[in-house]
C-alpha cells in the first residue's frame, strides 16, 4: 500500500520519513528469520511448508464450498458452510481451511477448535459494507457496556470462543477490514453497536496468530480475550494515523501471551494491555498476567507503543517487552487509569526500547476518565507498583516524561535506569513532570524529577527484568507441510 494512502490525515514530513526507515529496518529483522519457524517455504505441486502450534491432518480450499474470489460475490455461507463440515475432523487429526490467492469478500464467521485458517500470500479477506452480514453480540461481562455505545457489539471478522488449539495464519496474507465506513459512522455518532474488531477470540487455550497483514480494522485489530497460552508472531498492522480506535494488538484478561515480530501504524495504542472497565472488571476479576512482548515496531502519532489500561480493573502483573522501536508516537510506555477504575498495574519490565519523535518518553496518567457508567465505585482506587524501565535511548523527544499519580494513592516502586532522552529543538522547558509517584532513578538524562532522586554514581543501579522464562516460551512450532489442488 503507498505511504500516501497510509498517510491520508498528514504527519509531520520528517515523521513521514522516518517510517520509511522503520519499514526498512522491519524488513531486515524479517529477513534475520529471528524465528525460524515463522518462515512459509512454498514446495512444487502447490505446496507449502510453515511452523504453527499444531498440524493437520485434514485440508480443503474455499472453493469447494462455493467461494468465488472476485471481491464482489459473498462468501459468508461459504465460510460458515467450510468451518461446520472440517469441524467434524476435530477429534481425527484436525482440519485446514486454505483460501488461496483471490479477494474473497465476506461477513462475520466463527472458527472451531483443532482448525487452521491459512491464507495465500496473495489472498485478500475483504470485510463486507453489508451491516446484516455483521450479528450483534452482548457487551463482554468485564465491560459491561460497548465501547462505542451502551449497548451490544457488532460481531468480529473472525470470531472463536470456547475453543482449543486454533491456528489463523498465512504466508503474508491479507485481511482487510475496510474500515472506513465505520470510521465515518462513528465521527457521525450514527452507531447503533460497537464496531467488530478482525479478530477476536474469546475463553480459548493454545492461539496462534501469525504470519498476517491487517489493514484497516473498523476498531481493534487483534483481540484474545479470557484466553491463555496466545502466540501473535510475525503480523503486520496497518491503519491511516488518525482512524478511531484501531489499536493493534489488545491482549485483555488473558494469561502466558507472547507477541513478537510485529510491525503495527496505528490510528491509537499499538499494544494495549486489558482487564475489564470499571465496576464490571473489578467483578468480573479476570488478570491479564505472564505477557511477553518482543521486537515490537510501532508509528502512533497520537497513542503509546504500549499502553497498560486503562481498562485494567481486573489486574495486569508480571508484563515483559523487550527490544522496541518506536517512531512518531505520543509515548513510548503508559500507564492509564483513574478513580474507579479499581485494580492493579505491577510488575512491568521494559527494556531495550529505541525511540524517536516522541511526544514523552513515559507517560502515566492517574486521571483517565472514560468511565462504563456513572456507577463506578468513587472508592476503588488502583494500585500502581513495580515499574522497571531500563536500556533506552530517545531521540527528539518533546519531554521526557509525564508521571501523574493519584492524590492519596500514590504509584510507587518506579525503577528507571540507564536511559538517556535527548529533547527536541522545540521541547518543553520542564523536561520531567511528576506528581504522587514514588521511585528511584539511575543514570537517566536529562535529570528527573526530585520525587525518582538519582541514585548517584556511588550507587548506579540497574533496574530488574525477570531472567526466568514463562511458560508460553517454551512452545515451538512444528513444520507443518500441504499439497493444494484447488491453489
Known sequence: MPMEELCKNPIKAHAVKMTFLVVVLAAAAALMGEVEGRKVRILEDNGIEYGAISCRAHTASITEFGGVGDGETSNTKAFQAAVERLSQYAGDGGAQLYVPAGRWLTGSFNLTSHFTLFLHQDAVLLASQDLNEWPVVEPLPSYGHGRDTSGGRYISLIFGTNLTDVVITGNNGTIDGQGDRWWQLFHQNKLKYTRPY??????SSNVQISNLTLLNSPAWNVHPVYSSNVLIQGITIIAPVRSPNTDGINPDSCTNVRIEDCYIISGDDCVAVKSGWDEYGIRFGWPTKQLVIRRLTCVSPTSAVIALGSEMSGGIEDVRAEDIVAVDSE????????????????????????????????????????????????????????????????ENATMAARLEGISGDTFTGICISNVTISLAAKAKKQPWTCTDVEGITSNVTPPPCSLLPDQGAEKITTCRFPEDNIPIDAVELKKCSYQFSHA
Open 198 to 203: 478482525l479478530i477476536e477470540i474469546m475463553y
Open 331 to 394: 509515548s513510548g510506555v503508559r500507564i492509564k487509569t483513574g478513580i474507579g477504575r479499581g485494580g492493579y498495574v505491577k510488575d512491568i519490565y521494559v527494556r531495550r526500547m529505541t525511540m524517536h519523535t516522541m511526544k514523552w518518553a513515559f507517560w502515566m496518567t492517574g486521571d483517565y476518565g472514560s468511565h462504563a457508567d456513572e456507577n463506578y465505585d468513587p472508592h476503588a482506587l488502583p494500585v500502581i507498583q513495580g515499574i522497571n524501565y531500563r536500556d533506552m535511548v530517545v
